[in-house]
């Protein structure tokens, strides 16, 4: 199925599900986006030991989790048994660390564009690249709007194009390196995202003038967001969804 771009794409893309509103990369933190009005939202996705891709954003459960250890080393089953809430506060315990399908549902069922980082456990790039751009067709299927994939990794963008070479992607640098436009090329991305802070006008020029679309992590102010929309960022990937407001955005 052909699907079509994502464009035009929200001004504003809540980090990591809901910024810093709730525990990242849980449900907690979709619905804190919803609420807040955002309609796309940013997650991390890798593979559990039995291959079912679920979010996460480090190598370890240890920081965001009351469990220890490598997630490539626990089954789905077991991460399923951890508390992804009880880290950020009291009223958050006990919530869930979800499954990709879980997350797929409910932004779809809300009406949420989602940017799926594809962010593979060390050594499972290509693998990781292939389910979840499999499991993202498969979850979205019939959608009017595909979800985004984007990655750090050149591999799993690699595999994920080829499984799914339809889904629209991304490729996500901290700093744009100089043969930027050949990888992109390569990859057949339509966006490219990078760290505002090593972003400059003549850059951000320059990627606009080769036709692709331009995101921007992790910015958290609102004079920050102006400025480097006005350079030609599209949209701007953030932590302060109680700063950077869409409704009080759109509405200026
Ligand atoms: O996709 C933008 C951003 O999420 C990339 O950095 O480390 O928060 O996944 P990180
Ligand atoms: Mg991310």
Redesign the pocket.
Known sequence: QQHTSPWPYPRLVAH?GGGIMAPENTLAGFRAGVAYGYRAA?C?VKLSADNVCFLL?DDTVDRTTNGHGLAAGLSMAQLSQLDAGGWKGAQFAGEALPGFANVAVYCRAQGMLLNV?I?PCPGRDAETGRLVAQEAARLWAGAVVPPLLSSFSVEALHAAQLAEPDLPRAWLVEEIPADWQATLQSLACIALHCDHATLTPQLAAAIKAAGYQLLCYTVNDVARAREIMAWGVDSVCTDRLDVLQPAQWLAE
Do not use: F
């Open positions: 990591r940013e991390d954003h980082e962010k």
